[in-house]
């Protein structure tokens, strides 16, 4: 039941083809929009992983000796981006875990009031003075898992993606309770 006094607003019927489609597509949240992004490249992946087991099969069973190792050597191929994949799958799903118990306890980085570049990206004395603050942190508390996530996310904003994810990895051992040395950096 509405009241009299709000309408819902219309909604075409048909979308016409002009300059303004946002008027009639419907916003997409974008962890559904990752997710279906993620899915489509899993699937196209693991096509290309069928049909290159396909030809590793192809090569074994023509009986050379070339054939059968060019086979086995693509064969390799294939399992190995499985692993890759599923540990890739394992890590962001494990990180995605993490940021919605902070975001729970509304304690998510903010780097919202950083200055930025025009490119988009913080500028990089900000997230350096931002880095160092963090670390500070964490190292009054290297056992809490929050401070290391943060850590990681100071170390993506400078740039540093390697040792982003080695922190994001180490957030990961100390919230699930194994042990995980701590990175170097």
């Known amino acids: 039941m509405h009241s009299e006094g709000i309408r819902r607003?219309?909604?075409?019927?048909?979308?016409?083809?002009?300059?303004d489609r946002s008027a009639c597509e419907r916003p997409v949240n974008?962890?559904?929009?990752i997710r279906i992004v993620v899915g489509?490249?899993?699937?196209?992946?693991l096509f290309y992983f069928w049909l290159l087991a396909g030809r590793a099969i192809a090569l074994i069973t023509s009986g050379t000796a070339a054939g059968v190792a060019l086979g086995i050597g693509v064969l390799i191929l294939p399992i190995i981006g499985l692993?890759?994949?599923?540990?890739?799958?394992?890590?962001?799903?494990?990180?995605?875990?993490?940021?919605?118990?902070?975001?729970a306890d509304n304690l998510l980085p903010d780097d919202s009031d950083l200055p930025r570049?025009?490119?988009g990206r913080v500028d990089r004395d900000a997230a350096d003075a931002r880095f160092e603050q963090i670390r500070d942190e964490v190292e009054a508390a290297p056992d809490?898992?929050?401070?290391?996530?943060?850590l990681a996310h100071a170390y993506d904003i400078a740039g540093d993606r390697k040792r982003a994810r080695a922190t994001m990895r180490h957030a990961i051992a100390l919230a699930g309770g194994s042990?995980?040395?701590a990175p170097e950096g």
């Open 9 to 19: 607003p219309a909604v075409p019927s048909v979308c016409r083809r002009d300059r």
């Open 30 to 33: 974008p962890t559904v929009r």
């Open 40 to 45: 489509i490249l899993v699937a196209v992946l």
């Open 83 to 103: 692993v890759l994949v599923f540990y890739e799958l394992r890590f962001g799903l494990q990180t995605q875990r993490l940021a919605r118990r902070l975001a």
């Open 117 to 119: 570049r025009p490119s």
């Open 144 to 150: 809490d898992w929050r401070g290391w996530y943060r």
């Open 179 to 181: 042990t995980e040395p």
